[in-house]
């Protein structure tokens, strides 16, 4: 079993995607630089989470758009 990622981490990462879908990277690294940007994140650990999800939904949009 995997981690539960809580509903703020995934509207916010969502909306990221929504707003800036060419500045969002397959990298973690790149990602948590977009969002430290982006949102006024007061913790670390969230901008991370955040982070990661933006990761994990970009590497699916890259999958779904290699079939289209």
Do not use: C, W
Request: proline share 1%; no cysteine; hydrophobic share 35%.
């Amino acid at each position: 079993m995997g981690k539960v990622r809580t509903s703020i981490v995934k509207r916010t990462a969502r909306k990221i995607l929504e707003l800036y879908p060419d500045s969002v990277s397959l990298s973690f690294e790149e990602n948590k630089k977009l969002v430290q940007e982006v949102v006024d994140v007061k913790s670390k650990k969230l901008r991370n989470q955040i982070a990661g999800y933006l990761t994990h939904l970009a590497k699916i949009k890259k999958r779904i758009e290699k079939y289209i």
